[in-house]
């Protein structure tokens, strides 16, 4: 026990307390309690090596000195405090050598505010809290942060880096930080350069046991956080994820002249004039354009409020123009797109870029602005004709001036009539020749809040981007509320139209990529996946599923600053996806993605279960609902368990043969640690699509809805029909085909009444084919491996 006032130096220090409290007594721990004043000078480490550290009360008080050269006191692994109080805490420094949890007691002027940490090593981490303005450390803050505490911070030190709780307490005054909720909260660190968020999560139940509220709580960052990267760290609001935040003008006005900044390169809160053309990334307060400014692929620029003068922004295809402020006023911008190579009569999703969508109309369809290859004025005509938008009863309506909002979306058609493509209109002419369109336009950008009007009629509407940046995909989810249903399709123009005359039926709708929550599916062998942005200037396709009038918003919330190079080209707790392809001998594509996600359920879920657009030509390869015969393009299950099953569908359109083959995956699906067979009830075969490549087969219905399955878990797998060392057979075209992992022996096929048809003998190799001249019947065929193993299996001579 302490009970006189004790100053240790750092030389007296260390041997005086080993020897009073460090030494176990007949097999027990020594107990510590410190009734009276003590103080750790410069250097000195106050060790605790077992037991309890208790605070005394009255006037007793533990201090370290915080110089560079700080005092600490220090526990051992499983050394823990008691009766930590506002009055008695650790005033200084607290160190931990441990791995498992503990509290430090740390606070300072009448305030305890104790941290948990919990270190990744034994190598020691210290903390102290420090009752002062966070900026004392470093005064910048990350343009992603909202705002810091002006009240109290921790100071970080030490070897380890350890994941940490901070607390809060009426005194902190959180509650006049936050904006909406306790998620807004977030602990931020000082990276040496500026204060910035740490991943984090308010704990429902605090560190003393009640419940987190703005006034008392505390919050645990997400993984370690290391001492060598954040040398304090305090409380901070986060700002709005689905905004960009609006930051106070620093008042310092930084020029470009032409060749350098005056008097520096600006930061994100000053305001910037352009007296001479510049080029480049820029992020800034406000901007007077008294040149132009030229942003090339990739470039970004964003500005936190708004645009003078009379210079022009002058935009490549992947540039991005992003304005924070809503109300801003907006620049005048020039902006190009290009397509992907376009035959005649394919068409594209278009929206204005510019708040007037009559300018923007007209030049689409001008020949100084829409051209082919780039070939501005070369031809007589815009490479676009035949316009189209949708109306109040969901038909396609020809475009005018005036009949698209800005938000809305319509489709160009690439002119037929007009080279350099060949011109003729012989069935077929128009198949193979390709070429990009070059799109240009100006006017004034749209900017802020966009009040969408959409047909009153539940139906398909295009919806567009209507901003100089991209648009999120998942936020525009989220904006659509419960009016649609939450898919979005992306037209890809992968197929030829079909015939002159102009009828929908000459499109195919497998050329819809498909997007939801989960993810995404291409429309093609090679097409992209849809990434999560919608372009500037595209458009893509919605359903509305609400058939009375709506306010549909569109807002810089849903802006991106990246994304711009996803104008849609053919060729973001979730345990996994995966994708599975089905391929046709005649060249039909369809690709299905398969999803486990905690916001998922074996019903249909909106915005996580998605179908196919209903006019598709080709064969298509979809999962089922169990109890429902609609096939989904994106379905999302549950969490993941290895006992699934997820029902498929086939639907045939064309007299071809199939594979289908793994794709790739995510999460879970990423590792060899889940397999993916493919269960051919027909057959009665397992598939291991990851290990064993394609499976082929035919199928004599149009529609099959319980031929095959999905299964992960080889013990739910009936008894032997498991295709053993990747082992399979199929017959075809008066050929029969096997191979396996192993060599083959022998195969013998017998018919269904067991009488043996077909012996092959002395294989010796992974590969088979040979002449299978039977009648069309279903056989078993039983293969002999090197080995002695067996493997038996069902197959259709079609």
Not at 134 to 145: I, K
Not at 172 to 199: F, Q, R
Not at 200 to 210: C, E, K, P, R
Request: charged share 15%; net charge negative.
């Amino acid at each position: 026990m302490i009970d006189k006032y004790k100053h240790f130096s750092a030389v007296k220090l260390l041997p005086l307390f080993y020897l009073f409290c460090a030494a176990p007594v007949s097999g027990l721990y020594a107990q510590v309690q410190n009734n009276a004043s003590l103080y750790i000078g410069e250097g000195a480490n106050m060790h605790v090596s077992q037991g309890t550290y208790n605070f005394g009360t009255g006037a007793a008080s533990t201090v370290t000195s915080r110089s560079t050269n700080y005092g600490v006191l220090s526990f051992a692994a499983a050394v823990s405090s008691a009766n930590a109080s506002n009055s008695h805490f650790i005033n200084g420094y607290f160190r931990y050598y441990g791995t498992d949890a503990v509290i430090a007691p740390v606070g300072s002027n009448a305030v305890l505010a104790p941290v948990r940490l919990v270190p990744a090593t034994t190598s020691g981490v210290d903390v102290a809290y420090v009752r002062n303005v966070p900026t004392e450390v470093g005064t910048s803050v990350s343009s992603y942060v909202n705002q810091i505490s002006a009240i109290e911070y921790w100071k970080l030190s030490g070897a380890s880096a350890a994941v940490i709780t901070l607390t809060w307490r009426a005194s902190s005054n959180i509650s006049s930080m936050l904006t909406t909720s306790l998620s807004d909260l977030t602990i931020v660190g000082y990276n040496g350069s500026e204060w910035v968020e740490i991943p984090s999560t308010f704990d429902t139940v605090a560190l003393d046991g009640s419940a987190s509220t703005p006034t008392a709580g505390s919050i645990t960052s997400t993984s370690a956080v290391s001492p060598g990267t954040y040398s304090a760290v305090t409380l901070g609001v986060k700002i709005d994820t689905s905004c960009f935040p609006i930051l106070a003008s620093s008042g310092n006005i930084k020029t470009w002249n032409g060749s350098s900044w005056s008097p520096s390169a600006p930061q994100a809160n000053d305001p910037v004039v352009i007296n001479a053309p510049f080029s480049g990334s820029l992020t800034c307060h406000s901007i007077t354009m008294n040149a132009n400014y030229t942003l090339a692929d990739g470039d970004v620029l964003d500005v936190v409020r708004g645009f003078t003068g009379n210079g022009t922004v002058i935009m490549s295809p992947e540039a991005s123009l992003l304005q924070r402020d809503g109300s801003a006023a907006p620049p005048k911008i020039q902006i190009s797109k290009i397509t992907n190579p376009m035959r005649r009569f394919d068409y594209v999703f278009l929206s204005s870029p510019i708040n007037d969508f009559a300018t923007f109309f007209g030049h689409i369809s001008s020949a100084s602005n829409a051209a082919v290859n780039g070939s501005y004025d070369t031809y007589p005509n815009s490479a676009f004709y035949n316009f189209f938008t949708d109306n109040n009863g969901t038909n396609s309506i020809p475009v005018t001036a005036s009949n698209v909002p800005i938000g809305r979306g319509l489709a160009a058609t690439v002119r037929y009539t007009q080279g350099p493509y060949n011109t003729s209109t012989a069935a077929g002419a128009w198949y193979t020749e390709k070429y990009p369109v070059h799109i240009k336009t100006e006017g004034t950008a749209n900017n802020g809040p966009i009040i969408v009007p959409v047909p009153d009629a539940a139906g398909w509407v295009r919806i567009g981007n209507p901003y100089p940046s991209p648009l999120n995909a998942v936020k525009l989810l989220d904006a659509m509320g419960g009016n649609f249903r939450k898919t979005i399709y992306f037209w890809t123009y992968n197929t030829p139209r079909q015939g002159l005359q102009n009828s929908a039926t000459n499109y195919n709708d497998a050329d819809y990529a498909v997007y939801n929550y989960s993810g995404g599916v291409a429309a093609c062998q090679g097409c992209q996946v849809p990434s999560g942005y919608i372009a500037t200037m595209q458009s893509v396709y919605v359903r509305k599923i609400n058939p009375s009038p709506i306010t549909f918003s569109l807002t810089n919330c849903i802006r991106n600053l990246s994304g711009n190079d996803n104008f849609f080209r053919n060729n973001e707790a979730q345990t996994g996806k995966f994708w599975l392809n089905l391929n046709g001998s005649s060249g039909s594509f369809s690709q299905v993605l398969i999803a486990y996600s905690s916001a998922g359920t074996t019903a249909y879920d909106n915005g996580y279960d998605s179908t196919r657009l209903g006019n598709v030509s080709t064969s298509e390869f979809n999962s089922l609902i169990e109890g429902s015969t609609t096939g989904y393009a994106i379905q999302t299950r549950p969490l993941f368990e290895p006992t699934d099953i997820v029902p498929l569908q086939v639907v045939k359109r064309a007299e071809e043969t199939f594979s289908v083959t793994y794709n790739d995956g995510d999460g879970v699906f990423a590792t060899d640690d889940v397999t993916i067979y493919l269960h051919d009830k027909l057959l009665g075969l397992y598939h291991n699509l990851k290990e064993n490549g394609p499976y082929t087969f035919a199928q004599a219905e149009n529609v099959n809805t319980d031929r095959f399955e999905v299964v992960y878990n080889a013990e739910v797998l009936s008894g032997n029909e498991f295709t053993a060392y990747g082992a399979f057979a199929y017959a075809k075209d008066h050929t029969f085909y096997a191979h396996a992992g192993l060599e083959m022996k022998q195969v013998e096929i017998f018919d269904l009444t067991g009488r043996l048809v077909q012996v092959y003998k002395d294989i010796n190799d992974m590969k088979l084919s040979r002449p299978f001249n039977h009648e069309q019947a279903v056989y078993l065929a039983k293969i002999t491996l090197i080995n002695g193993a067996v493997v038996k299996q069902k197959v259709i001579n079609y």
